[in-house]
């Protein structure tokens, strides 16, 4: 469950990234209009995968505790009403007793059937892990995100990464880096001097493959703190009076900009992991190595205790039942006195028969009934 609401976190997160990327523009210039329409529909995709995933995990996580806690109540009870007729005694309890042992053996059955089901289950998540295409059960447990959703999504954040480092770098060396501009360009001049702001570096070539950063540029996880020497003190009218090569608002607009993109790169190993469905196997590697060695061990161990006490049970049953007979009318003898199967309430026990009431004292000899 911890897994899952991991990724759904991280694809709300992704999804926030593409939405602010949108609406993320330097001087004006935003992302172009066929990119922009392609993270809405992306946006809606990456919502709804979000959803179905976080609906269906916790959908079974709450069958499944629903499952353990009637388990978990029967073996209290069971427990506590064992340990109530351990102390009342058998004797007067003998019809509840053997629903208890009828009970105790269907638990046991359960625990049993419980026992193979882990086992089995453990068996195909090792089996899912060599083959994760394949459709199973598991498939419905803790599912993948679709696989065409998950590549729309790494080509997108991929395109959208390398056109707002390109827009930044554009405004940087089509305006910040401009030398000596004639004030009639208007809001392309802001007397900007002094050093050139060096442009940053894109993580992407064209056909969106990595490309390596060249000598002067900044990356994504610095630009913002290099920039910050280049920004100029601004007069009311927004000119720069001392020198610099990016105004207080240039400079939150590159800052911004740089925040989402380097937001949208830092995603990429995770939309790799979604594309190939890392996550769950990773899931199903930590639960197969980590629970279901222990899993197998305390289910066996459960049932087996299970099969102890109802043995016992019925033992003790069988024991207080009427096993001896008179003597004289061969009719079986009843047991008077303290309950338990102790020696001290045998010998202070009085058996009488129920024919003839003839009574004999726990040291005298009978017959048993054959």
Request: net charge negative; hydrophobic share 40%; proline share 5%.
């Amino acid at each position: 469950m911890s897994q899952a609401d991991t990724t759904v976190e991280s694809l709300r997160n992704l999804s926030g990234y593409l939405g602010a990327a949108k609406r993320t523009g330097v001087d004006s210039v935003f992302l172009p209009s066929d990119v922009q329409s392609n993270i809405d529909t992306t946006i809606t995709k990456l919502n709804s995968a979000a959803s179905k995933l976080c609906n269906t995990t916790e959908k079974n996580s709450n069958r499944i505790d629903d499952g353990l806690d009637s388990v978990r109540l029967a073996l209290i009870v069971l427990a506590a009403v064992m340990l109530c007729m351990a102390f009342l005694g058998f004797c007067n309890l003998v019809i509840i007793g053997w629903i208890l042992v009828a009970g105790t053996f269907i638990l046991c059955g359960v625990f049993l059937l419980l026992h193979h089901v882990v086992a089995d289950a453990c068996v195909s998540m090792d089996e899912w892990v060599q083959h994760p295409t394949a459709c199973t059960a598991l498939d419905d447990l803790l599912p993948c995100v679709d696989n065409a959703t998950a590549q729309e999504t790494s080509s997108l954040t991929k395109d959208t990464t390398y056109k707002l480092v390109s827009m930044v770098d554009k405004v940087i060396n089509n305006i910040s880096n401009l030398n000596n501009p004639p004030p009639q360009l208007g809001p392309l001049y802001f007397n900007q001097s002094g050093p050139l702001l060096p442009v940053l570096c894109n993580p992407y070539n064209t056909d969106l493959t990595d490309r390596k950063c060249a000598s002067g540029e900044v990356g994504l996880q610095n630009a913002t703190q290099v920039w910050k020497s280049y920004v100029c003190k601004v007069n009311t009218a927004g000119i720069c009076i001392t020198p610099g090569r990016l105004t207080p608002i240039f400079y939150d607009q590159m800052e911004a900009a740089v925040n989402v993109s380097y937001g949208l790169y830092t995603y990429g190993p995770f939309l790799v992991d979604l594309q190939d469905c890392t996550f769950v196997r990773d899931t199903v590697t930590d639960i197969s190595n980590g629970n279901c060695p222990g899993l197998r061990k305390h289910s066996s161990w459960i049932y087996i205790g299970l099969v102890m006490v109802s043995a016992a049970v019925m033992l003790s049953l069988i024991l207080e039942m009427d096993l001896l007979s008179c003597p004289v009318c061969y009719e079986p003898l009843i047991r008077k006195g303290p309950t338990g199967l102790n020696l001290q309430a045998i010998y202070r026990s009085v058996f009488e028969c129920k024919k003839c009431h003839q009574s004999y004292s726990s040291n005298i000899q009978v017959c048993f009934c054959v």
